[in-house]
C-alpha cells in the first residue's frame, strides 16, 4: 500500500480501478474498495476535499480529515494506493481560477434540472465534475466506483464520462450498494457531526424511505415521506419520487424510481435515497 501525495507517482497504477472519496473513510467507503478489490488492477482511493464544490456557508472548513485513520481502512479494504493530493496539484492554477472554472463547466440535464441537489446547493455538481474529471486524468482508470448513497451525483458522473468518451477511452462507470448502520442510518461521514439526541432523529431519513416503499402512488409517498421526516423534527429540503436514471418527476410506479430524500438537524445536512420497487 503506498500514500502518494504527487501525481507524478501514480503511473505503476495506471488503468486501476478507481474509488474517488473525500476522506474520513467509514465502512461505506470501504465496501467500494472492497468490490474494487480482487479484480487483478491496482486499486486505487483519492482521498480530497475539493474546496469547489462546496459553497462559502457550506462545511468545508469543518470537513473531517483524518487521514493516518483512512490509509489504513483502505490498506484493510484492499488498496493498493491512496492518492492524497495537496490543492496544488488538483488546481494548478490556483482556487480563485478553479472556482471560475467550475462555474463554467456545462452540466448534463440531470445536473442542473432536476431541483434536488442541484437546487440546495448551487454550484456543486460543477465543483464534482471538475475534481472527479481532473482525478481520472491525473489516475488514467480503467474503472471507477461510486455509492449509490450519492444517487444524483452518480448520475451525474455517468452522463459526464458518456458524454466525453474520448477523453477516458473504455472507463467502465460503476455504482454500489449503500451501506447502512444497523439501525438503518446510511453511514456517512457527516454522521460524525450528530450529537447524540440527533442521531435517533437522523433515522428519519431511512424511515421516510422505507414508508414510501408501500405507497401505492407517488404522490402518497411523498406525502409520507415528509411526515416521516417531519415526525423525527427533520427539516426537510426535499422528499421526491423521482425516475431513476433522469431524477425528473415519476407519474406512478411502472418504470424503476427512486425515493430521495434530503434534510437538516440544525447545521448538519443529510441525504440518503432508495430504490423503490417497480409496478405494484
Ligand atoms: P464521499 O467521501 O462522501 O464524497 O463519498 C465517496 C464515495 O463513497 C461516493 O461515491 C459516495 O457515494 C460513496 N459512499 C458514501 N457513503 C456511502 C455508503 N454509506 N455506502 C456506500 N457508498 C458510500
Known amino acids: 500500500m503506498r500514500l502518494v501525495h504527487d501525481?507524478?507517482?501514480?503511473?505503476?497504477?495506471?488503468?486501476?480501478?478507481?474509488?474517488?472519496?473525500?476522506?474520513?473513510?467509514?465502512?461505506?467507503?470501504?465496501?467500494l474498495v472492497r468490490r474494487a478489490a480482487g479484480r487483478g488492477r491496482p486499486v486505487v482511493v483519492t482521498?480530497?476535499?475539493?474546496?469547489?464544490?462546496?459553497?462559502?456557508?457550506?462545511?468545508?472548513?469543518?470537513?473531517?480529515?483524518?487521514?493516518?485513520?483512512?490509509?489504513?481502512?483502505?490498506?484493510?479494504?484492499?488498496?493498493n494506493a491512496v492518492f492524497a493530493p495537496p490543492p496544488e496539484a488538483i488546481y494548478p492554477r490556483g482556487l480563485d481560477a478553479a472556482r471560475t472554472e467550475a462555474a463554467a463547466i456545462e452540466l448534463p440535464a440531470v445536473a442542473t434540472v432536476p431541483?434536488?441537489?442541484?437546487?440546495?446547493?448551487?454550484?456543486?455538481?460543477?465543483?464534482?465534475?471538475?475534481?472527479?474529471?481532473?482525478?481520472?486524468?491525473?489516475?488514467?482508470?480503467?474503472?471507477a466506483i461510486f455509492g449509490e448513497k450519492d444517487w444524483q451525483q452518480w448520475r451525474v458522473l455517468d452522463e459526464m464520462v458518456a458524454a466525453l468518451p474520448a477523453r477516458w477511452p473504455g472507463l467502465a462507470m460503476e455504482v454500489a450498494p449503500t451501506v447502512r448502520e444497523a439501525d438503518g442510518l446510511a453511514m456517512s461521514s457527516r454522521n460524525r457531526y450528530l450529537r447524540p439526541e440527533q442521531r435517533e432523529q437522523a433515522l428519519g431519513l431511512v424511515r421516510a424511505l422505507q414508508v414510501a416503499a408501500s405507497a401505492q402512488q407517488p404522490a402518497t409517498a411523498e406525502r409520507l415521506m415528509r411526515e416521516t421526516l417531519g415526525d423525527h423534527g427533520l427539516a426537510?429540503?426535499?422528499?421526491?419520487?423521482?425516475?431513476?436514471?433522469?431524477?425528473?418527476?415519476?407519474?406512478?410506479?411502472?418504470?424503476?424510481?427512486?425515493?430521495?430524500?434530503?434534510?437538516?438537524?440544525?447545521?448538519?445536512r443529510l441525504i440518503d435515497t432508495m430504490a423503490l420497487p417497480v409496478c405494484r
Open 7 to 31: 501525481a507524478d507517482h501514480l503511473a505503476p497504477f495506471a488503468g486501476c480501478t478507481l474509488v474517488p472519496t473525500m476522506g474520513a473513510l467509514h465502512d461505506g467507503h470501504a465496501s
Open 236 to 268: 426537510v429540503d426535499y422528499a421526491v419520487v423521482r425516475d431513476a436514471r433522469t431524477l425528473m418527476p415519476a407519474g406512478g410506479f411502472e418504470r424503476p424510481t427512486r425515493g430521495l430524500v434530503a434534510a437538516r438537524l440544525d447545521t448538519v
Open 47 to 79: 482521498v480530497f476535499v475539493n474546496p469547489t464544490q462546496f459553497a462559502p456557508h457550506e462545511d468545508f472548513a469543518r470537513y473531517p480529515r483524518t487521514l493516518d485513520a483512512d490509509v489504513e481502512i483502505a490498506r484493510a479494504a484492499g488498496a
Open 115 to 143: 431541483g434536488l441537489e442541484d437546487a440546495c446547493r448551487p454550484g456543486h455538481y460543477g465543483g464534482v465534475c471538475q475534481v472527479v474529471a481532473r482525478l481520472f486524468d491525473l489516475t488514467r482508470p480503467s474503472q
